[in-house]
Structure formats: C-alpha cells, structure tokens
C-alpha cells in the first residue's frame, strides 16, 4: 500500500481520473487501479500497422457543463483536444436523412486516448493491476488482485460497469446498492481502412439499420493522417445477437452491410475489429452516481450518466462533492 493512500479507485478512464482529481482538489490522496497498460477506458483509439490511429471507442463528446470545461482546460490542456468540425448525419426509422443535432463536437488529437493520458500526468496509477475483489474489513477495504492485495483503505471508488462492480462485491453489497437493476448493451466495432477516398457526402452517420448503427470517416478528424480508414460501430441489437460470433465473421458481416448500404466498392487493405462487452447503458432511471450507506464505498461512471463521455465527469464530480459535503 502506499503511506497516506485515502481512496483507491478501480478504473482509469474518464470517471475513475476525474475523481481521483476531483478527490485531491479535496484533500484527499487517491491512487487508481487499472488493468490495461494505460489510461483510456472508452477513450479508446488502436495503432494500425500504417502508423496511423483509429477511435474505436467514443468517437466525440461535447462540453455543455462549464466545470468539465474547466477540468479539461486546467488538467487535460489545450493542446490535448480540437473541435471536430464535421457534417454529421442522423437516419430516421422512414430512412430519411437529416443533419445532427447542433452542437459543438471535440475529440482527442493526435487520438482520443491524448484526453486520459494528460490527466494521468497529474496522478499515481498502478497498471496492469486487474482487480478481482473489494472486500470490507475492521480497518478498511482490501482490493485483491491475481498477484496480492492492497490496502487496507478507508474508501474505494469502482468506475466499471455495473457488470464488472457486481463481480467484485460482495452479495450483500450488490443488493444493499441495488447493483442487480442495471444492465449494459454490447457493441461490436470494426475500423476498415481503404486504398481510395470515399465521398459519401458525410463524415459520420447515426443509423437506423439492421446491423449497423454508426459509421464515419476517421481522417476526417484533426491530426489522424491522411490514410482513408472508416470506423462502424453495430448496433446494439445486431451486437447483442452476434455477441460471441467470431470476430473474423463479424468483420465479414458488417464490412457487406456497410458496403451495400453505401454502395462501397473500392478494395479494403486492412481492418480491426473489437468487442465492447458493456458499450452502452440499457434504457431506465438511474441516479448519477451510488454510495453506500457509510460513504465508503461509491460507484460512478459514464453508465449512470447516459453513457457520455461528459456524463463520466459529472457522475464522478457527483460523488465526490457529495462525500466532501458531508458533515
């Protein structure tokens, strides 16, 4: 354990930087848990073989809340991010097609992944730390790992999805906090790249179609190169079916939807496909974020915050103020 650790947090995306930062702005020391390499969680891009970067997690957030403008601004700065000034479409279930909604767009440059590695400047996170249990003891919570444990501390803050949380609670936990209520979608994505420039007219889509449900361009964002590579992300319909097909068929499958329904001939020369097992919240109520009934143990995330990227913030700055308020 490290001297003076206050709260551990699980997980280092959004949610899980934002409240560490949020926590230390109150005083508290926090140190962040995460499984991968690195930062990012849905801040996700890949490296391809031609040295170029594909988003393949969320793919633009907005900044409506000024304090997120603010947290970005002060932790993040300003070179770690630029409006994607992009035409953007939305189909209707009658196919008819209309501009997205106004709004003003950003991503990461060079990659969205740029957003959590700036924060992460400014913290102390142990990677490739895959924690398998949080557990409540007389001195505090112990967060068990495959290699030992840590802690004790005197409180945790899990940033998973609800999938993943109830996994690593105890029973009486998960009922005491009404984990069991919610529910995560599926998606499968896949980047095509393309030896010749598409000109469908558009830079990104939101569709309403049988299989897939997003698709833009990725050169088309600041800073990506010039290499013509396309994400699709299937809807969570079609991923939910598809949920343990092989990834080479899925590959397969949605290249021919987006091929056909876009009237895309030209030759691909590479692709990557993932699967996002907990994508998108499933619809229903739910609060911004949870904590337990002592303040020790509390749960945020974009998940509880419509599955936006700005939501993750608002759902850790949620938490947090509320702990720090209390008297």
Avoid at 2 to 10: E, G, L, S, Y
Avoid at 58 to 77: C, D, H, S, V, W
């Amino acid at each position: 354990m490290i001297q003076n650790t206050d709260i551990a947090i699980v997980g280092a995306g959004v949610a899980g930087l934002a409240a560490a930062l949020r926590a230390r702005e109150a005083g508290f020391t926090p140190i962040i848990y995460e499984k991968s390499r690195g930062p990012g969680g849905r801040l996700a891009s890949k490296r391809t073989r031609d040295d170029a970067s594909v988003d393949i997690g969320a793919q633009f957030f907005t900044i409506r809340n000024p304090k997120f403008n603010a947290f970005l601004r002060e932790y993040a700065g300003a070179d770690a991010l630029q409006l994607w000034d992009a035409t953007l479409w939305h189909e209707s279930s009658e196919n008819g097609v209309d501009s997205f909604h106004q709004a003003m767009r950003y991503v990461g440059t060079p990659r969205m992944t740029a957003i959590t590695r700036a924060l992460s400047r400014h913290l102390s996170i142990s990677t490739g730390a895959r924690i398998t249990a949080v557990s409540a003891g007389p001195e505090g919570w112990t967060l068990t790992t495959d290699q030992g444990s840590h802690g004790p501390f005197p409180r945790v803050i899990i940033t998973t999805p609800p999938e993943q949380a109830r996994d690593l609670l105890p029973e009486s936990l998960v009922a005491a906090m009404t984990l069991e209520q919610f529910r995560m979608l599926p998606c499968w994505t896949l980047a095509l790249r393309f030896e010749e420039a598409l000109t469908p007219g558009f830079d990104g889509i939101q569709l309403a179609h049988e299989s897939l449900g997003w698709v833009a361009r990725n050169t088309s964002k600041p800073a990506r190169g010039n290499a013509e590579w396309w994400v699709i992300h299937a809807n969570s319909t079609w991923s939910e079916t598809h949920r343990d097909t092989e990834p080479a068929i899925v590959a397969e499958k949605l290249t021919t939807a987006f091929r056909q329904r876009f009237g895309v001939g030209q030759p691909t020369s590479d692709h990557l496909v993932h699967r996002w097992l907990y994508a998108r919240p499933a619809p229903g109520p739910r609060p911004l974020y949870l904590s337990s009934a002592d303040n020790g143990l509390g749960l945020c995330g974009d998940w509880l915050a419509g599955g936006r990227v700005e939501g993750a913030f608002e759902s850790a700055d949620a938490l947090i103020t509320a702990w720090t308020d209390q008297p």
